[in-house]
């Protein structure tokens, strides 16, 4: 994910995203003309059409596995897979994706070139009026030197009209700083857009309005209000969020409460998805190396703790089950997360079950699913029984 920060400070345009649980089948990918995204498509009809093979879909999906939309947790492993196969069969936006995975790399030359292969096709599909192929062509213009500020605007406001939320977030905080003889200065819009889109869940949009409310722009400063949405986009595996809430953590200013152990794990969090700002902060700081890789700081049970797996999980199922502690489903809720997102099949499977049941989290059937399948996936019995069971309600 890349700042503008030379207009925007600490707003992100786009981000990086969610742990997709369903395989490629790009071998019998298929072209379909007139696809088209639009306000009404759901996550799970963009799931199921790059699973069946459409090259438009997967690059979608590619998209939303880097950028979080729709509550996707960020997953760019998975991302650059389905951009791939939606390169590889001739669509754009596969392309286009795989840019913006180099660019997070550093690698410029590589993205230089992805750019440049998406550029035409992408233009004309902008052109046919496709939202999404709109607002990659105006963060292509927006960025890529030479670059078209102008034209970018004019895309992100066409592709908002047509409800693309990562575009709504985009010119939304835009808005709210303005651009100096090309975009007026508009607190009213940029915040009405930033909260159509936060309605979506876009990881874009709860990022910009987090820092939205920490700078003061456009909304009356309130660190707290700043710090919820920033832990809105930690749960989704935001790596500058992630960084941003750890630095605040640790150094406990503008009315946050210091808590190193906290600020510690989320920071080696987003340096553990190659966050360069997060390297460079820990290895600026003395014994910063205070709080386990595997689990975010916000689930430890006790300050300053480093505490394996297996006793993170076995303290997890207590809260669940209230057997030795007094049962507290948010906490477990807490502790089954960032386990279940590093890939431990029985953690993804409670968080299913929480999901689907409501308990310690807001009720998801559709995550319920997605995290019920990751654990049967990697092999988990009672998931697969679970799937089965359950399925009327999926």
Not at 5 to 30: A, D, E
Not at 326 to 350: D, H, I, T, W
Request: aromatic letters at 10%; glycine letters at 10%.
């Amino acid at each position: 994910m890349i700042p503008y920060s030379s207009y925007l400070g600490k707003f992100i345009i786009f981000s990086i995203t969610i742990l997709s649980v369903f395989g490629l089948h790009g071998n019998n990918s298929v072209l379909v003309k007139g696809e088209k995204w639009t306000s009404s498509t759901t996550y799970e009809q963009i799931v199921d059409k790059a699973r069946l093979g459409s090259p438009y879909f997967q690059g979608i999906l590619g998209i939303f596995l880097r950028s979080g939309e729709a509550g996707c947790a960020v997953n760019i492993g998975l991302s650059k897979e389905w951009s791939l196969a939606s390169s590889k069969n001739g669509h754009p936006f596969g392309a286009y994706n795989l840019a913006n995975l180099a660019m997070l790399k550093g690698r410029f030359e590589e993205a230089t070139q992805y750019y440049q292969d998406a550029a035409l096709l992408l233009q004309r599909r902008a052109s046919d009026g496709d939202p999404v192929a709109m607002y990659c062509m105006g963060e292509i213009d927006f960025q890529v030197i030479p670059t078209n500020v102008r034209r970018a605007l004019d895309f992100f406001k066409k592709s908002a009209q047509l409800g693309y939320p990562q575009a709504q977030a985009t010119i939304g905080a835009l808005y709210l700083k303005g651009l100096p003889g090309l975009l007026e200065q508009d607190h009213k819009e940029g915040i009405s857009l930033l909260s159509k889109a936060v309605t979506q869940k876009s990881l874009t949009a709860r990022f910009n309005l987090a820092m939205a409310y920490y700078n003061g722009d456009g909304v009356k400063q309130d660190t707290k209000k700043a710090s919820q949405w920033l832990r809105v986009a930690v749960r989704q595996n935001f790596s500058e969020a992630q960084y941003t809430l750890g630095v605040m953590l640790l150094e406990g200013k503008d009315g946050i409460q210091k808590n190193t152990a906290e600020g510690v794990g989320f920071l080696k969090a987003a340096a553990s998805q190659g966050h360069q700002p997060a390297i460079t902060y820990l290895k600026k700081r003395d014994g910063g190396e205070l709080v386990s890789n595997t689990v975010s700081a916000s689930a430890l049970p006790m300050s300053g703790t480093t505490i394996s797996d297996v006793k993170l999980l076995e303290s997890a199922r207590k809260y669940f089950t209230g057997v030795g502690v007094v049962k507290n489903y948010k906490r477990a809720f807490g502790l089954f997360m960032p386990l279940a997102q590093g890939g431990n099949s029985e953690a993804a499977r409670f968080v299913g079950l929480m999901k689907l049941t409501g308990k310690g989290t807001d009720k998801d059937v559709g995550s319920a699913k997605e995290w019920l399948s990751v654990a049967a996936q990697k092999g988990d019995s009672i998931a697969r029984r679970m799937l089965e069971e359950y399925k009327s309600l999926f």
